[in-house]
């Protein structure tokens, strides 16, 4: 009895790596995820916490008992918990990668779309300090801009000396020089646009 205790204890410290793996790769995936996004522009941390959670939940959850069971089929000598267990490190290790790799790959468009938000903004503000009216004028550094389309479109408002009113302009950024047309006097906390990048 002693001897089947130690070698199940064995096989349980041999087996001990996917929910170690779970807890500091999900931490690490959420970093990822919130500073080299594969999607769309950079999200809040917590966001980025429940989707890497997501992930790897997934992971362990479905793919690691198939996996698991593919891996017994090779060494058939391995229990059922400790196949599916190694299966799992190894797949969590594999989202990790498939993250890093889908940031690094997408890190490009968002560099594009900050560079150009960043361009919308001071054409937005330098429109509206040169061609608004005298209330909204004086308030053209203070301006905020918001995304409309990304990489494309945006929106720069500047708003009266009682912040009652607006002045905006549409930006466009997408041609060999940036665009500018007057957009209203909504705010932009009227709308719901794209994610906002550039209130300030």
């Keep these: ?18 929910w170690p793996a779970f807890g500091g790769l999900t931490v690490l995936d959420a970093v990822l995820l919130h500073v080299l996004p594969f999607q769309g522009d950079k999200a809040d941390l917590v966001p980025s916490v429940l989707v890497a959670a997501l ?33 799992g490190a190894a797949i969590l290790v594999l989202v990790t990668l498939a993250l890093l790799a889908g940031g ?20 937005g503000e330098a429109y509206i300090g040169h061609n608004a009216p005298s ?19 945006y929106r720069t408002c500047a708003s009266d000396l009682d912040g009652q009113r607006a002045w905006c302009v549409f ?13 209203g006097n909504e705010p932009n906390s009227s709308f719901a646009p794209i994610k906002d990048l550039g209130d300030h």
């Design 171 to 183: 930006v466009r950024t997408d041609g060999s020089a940036p665009r500018v047309r007057f957009a």
């Design 104 to 123: 690094i790959a997408h890190h490009s468009v968002v560099s594009r779309d900050s560079s150009r938000l960043r361009t919308a903004t001071v054409v």
């Design 1 to 18: 009895m002693d001897r089947e205790r130690l070698t199940r204890w064995r096989w349980r410290l041999r087996g001990a790596w996917m």
């Design 55 to 87: 992930f790897n939940l997934l992971a362990v959850a479905v793919l690691a008992p198939l996996a698991g069971w593919l891996v017994r089929r090779r060494r058939p000598d391995l229990p059922r918990m400790i196949a599916t267990d190694y299966a």
């Design 135 to 153: 209330p909204f004028r004086d308030n053209a550094l203070t301006a905020t801009t918001v995304t409309v389309e990304h990489g494309r479109l």
